[in-house]
């Protein structure tokens, strides 16, 4: 029998990623846009929030982001290898679709030829291959959110903000992607907050879907989601999807009065 040396323990990254407590947003003008906001994203979780108009789910990403600061509570985001995607695709229309991946990286300093394996790597998992010489005009609306995903994607981001990145884009399109994302989600196990208006797309993506009231935002429910990673795209049409999914639209309606 051969003896094993004992393992010494490594001090491993922090799994909660962003952690909230208490958090409230007061803005200049006196509205409050956000109370009592407790949440935490662990690694390798997706979680998406869902709310009526104007509740604060975007000014919770832009705090997170480091964007805002909020006015009271706490709120630790445990790193900073932050990715952002926005509701617009926010490209640069003199720039090819390699060169406005890059980006991200060029502002971070990185070499020429680090900048170009990154956008290479990037382009390729968002399946854009074919399309790098490209300018945003000759893009569809997918492939200008995927050309944004694929420059966040540089960065090798440990946390990952969505602000309703899919909302204008057909279902069709929206469903691809979404599956795509979950796609990236499953191999790069970073953490993921994401905004949506749509309950079907929240409860598809996700790990846990978190339910905002009105004006103030504050979290009138919390729901797991229990379908495995990766996920089969049928299981939209589930009996247990649409229940689900009936179950956090009715918390929405509640927390909207």
Same mark, same amino acid.
């Given at each position: 029998?051969?003896?094993?040396?004992?393992?010494?323990?490594?001090?491993?990254?922090?799994?909660?990623?962003?952690?909230?407590? *208490?958090?409230?947003?007061?803005?200049?003008?006196?509205?409050?846009?956000?109370?009592?906001?407790?949440?935490?994203?662990?690694?390798?979780?997706?979680?998406?929030?869902?709310?009526?108009?104007?509740?604060?789910?975007?000014?919770?990403?832009? /705090?997170? #982001?480091?964007?805002?600061?909020?006015?009271?509570?706490? +709120?630790?985001?445990?790193?900073?290898?932050?990715?952002?995607?926005?509701? *617009?695709?926010?490209?640069?229309?003199?720039?090819?679709?390699?060169?406005?991946?890059?980006?991200?990286?060029?502002?971070?300093? *990185?070499?020429?030829?680090?900048?170009?394996?990154?956008?290479?790597?990037? /382009?390729?998992?968002?399946?854009?291959?074919?399309?790098?010489? #490209?300018?945003?005009?000759?893009?569809?609306?997918?492939?200008?959110?995927?050309?944004?995903?694929?420059? #966040?994607?540089?960065?090798?981001?440990?946390?990952?903000?969505?602000?309703?990145?899919?909302? +204008?884009?057909?279902? /069709?399109?929206?469903?691809?992607?979404?599956?795509?994302?979950?796609?990236?989600?499953?191999?790069?196990?970073?953490?993921?907050?994401?905004?949506?208006?749509?309950?079907?797309?929240?409860?598809?993506?996700?790990?846990?879907?978190?339910?905002?009231?009105?004006?103030?935002?504050? /979290?009138?429910?919390?729901?797991?989601?229990?379908?495995?990673?990766?996920?089969?795209?049928?299981?939209?049409?589930?009996?247990?999807?649409?229940?689900?999914?009936?179950?956090?639209?009715? +918390?929405?309606?509640?927390?909207?009065?």
């Amino acid at each position: 029998m051969t003896a094993t040396a004992p393992t010494r323990p490594t001090t491993a990254p922090p799994t909660t990623l962003l952690d909230f407590r *208490d958090v409230a947003m007061q803005f200049d003008n006196g509205v409050t846009a956000l109370e009592h906001v407790d949440l935490t994203v662990q690694r390798g979780e997706f979680v998406t929030v869902v709310g009526p108009s104007g509740c604060g789910k975007s000014t919770l990403l832009r /705090i997170a #982001s480091g964007l805002e600061t909020a006015s009271t509570g706490s +709120a630790q985001v445990s790193t900073s290898r932050i990715g952002y995607v926005f509701q *617009d695709a926010t490209l640069l229309p003199w720039r090819s679709v390699t060169k406005n991946v890059e980006l991200l990286a060029e502002l971070h300093g *990185d070499s020429k030829e680090e900048r170009r394996r990154k956008a290479a790597d990037a /382009i390729e998992l968002v399946g854009l291959g074919g399309f790098e010489s #490209s300018l945003p005009k000759q893009l569809s609306g997918g492939m200008k959110m995927r050309t944004s995903l694929a420059r #966040s994607l540089t960065l090798d981001p440990e946390l990952f903000l969505f602000d309703e990145p899919f909302g +204008a884009l057909d279902e /069709i399109t929206r469903e691809r992607l979404n599956d795509e994302l979950l796609k990236l989600f499953t191999e790069q196990q970073f953490a993921g907050l994401f905004i949506t208006h749509s309950v079907s797309e929240a409860v598809y993506l996700s790990t846990r879907v978190v339910v905002m009231s009105g004006r103030p935002g504050h /979290i009138v429910q919390t729901f797991d989601v229990p379908f495995p990673m990766p996920r089969d795209p049928d299981i939209r049409y589930t009996t247990e999807f649409a229940e689900l999914v009936g179950e956090v639209s009715h +918390a929405l309606r509640e927390g909207h009065h």
